[in-house]
């Protein structure tokens, strides 16, 4: 956190020759259970990590905007016009003006800004950085202008500025969790009411870790494939007349399937509905205590994003095999696949163990070898100073 910190410091000096007013953090995160699930209506059980994407800022007198990134090496500057038109600032600036977009949108009066932004959360991981870069800004911002905006209606002004400015169709689930999570905790989520309980997950106290294994793979057609997930699910609701996937209990999932014509459609139901399912399931185990029984669930949920929803890719498959034979209690692709990063929960003491056996098999399989870091429940967006 300190070298993140001092980087985005260190920035702003160098670009504004000052000292920035304050610094606003915003975590990374990782998705415990519950994959394609939001987008559905469903549930989700997602967590923040230490890993952190800070913003210094200060303010300024015009109603403009300036920010510096680690990514680039110039500055962005956009004013009202280009704020207010939606694809008109690209690239990684395009997640901050999407904030200032959403905020205005909604009508408040944004301060105009300086900014300078590091993170220490990897791009292209599936661990949320667009969600932790918005939601730092976003925190920045609204103490900035001294904005009458709750926290618990962040999430969706910073989902808009993912959907509507930049144009990724994400759920609720990243902006959520990197705004509302808690140390300690998991975020039960009910992406239909967006009602939100903290699921006690406690580690330390279990004898467990969950390591975070970055696959390196990239993301392979990632954009478009997310969109015709999204889309295959939206015509198979209309298709079994309910308002979401989620509305389809588990128990009636037979019945709705044989409803369906074609057998990929009938896969990508039967993800999202066993799916919520086990989310359901890891809540409940979680609220009495019983951490380790997750496991299989979690090795459940990698197998149905393998085989019915299809967004895995050779190395993070690798990954989770190799970590459930070296002795992980289960292991998973999280995120929107094509790519990105595995979660492990395994033994405290097996941590090193798990991660060597990673690094052979990627090794013996030739791939770039993967990253891995074992992580406990973080805090989410606040102001650092």
Known sequence: MTDVAARATAGFREEYAEQPAGRWAAPGRVNLIGEHTDY????VLPFTLPLRTVVAATTRDDARWTVRSELSADPVEFGPAEADAPGRVTGWAAYVAGVVWALRAAGHEVPGARLAIASDVPVGSGLSSSAAVESAVLAALVELGGLDLPADRWPKLAQRAENDYVGAPTGIMDQSAVIRCREGHAL???CRTEEVEQIPFDLDAAGLAVLVIDSRAPHRHADGE????????????????????RDVPVADLDAALARLDDD????????VVTEDQRVLDTVELLRAGRVREIGPLLTASHASMRDDFEITVPEVDTAVEAALAAGA?????????FGGCVLALVEADAAEQVTAAVTAAYAERGFAAPGTVPVLPSTGAHRLD
């Open 40 to 43: 559905n209506d469903g549930f």
């Open 264 to 271: 990929e459609t009938r896969r990508r139901v039967r993800h």
């Open 226 to 245: 997310y969109a015709a997930r999204r889309a295959s699910c939206e015509r198979a609701a209309a298709r079994l007349g309910v308002p979401a996937l």
């Open 329 to 337: 209690l289960g292991a998973r692709m999280t995120g929107g696949g």
């Open 188 to 190: 039960f989520l009910d």
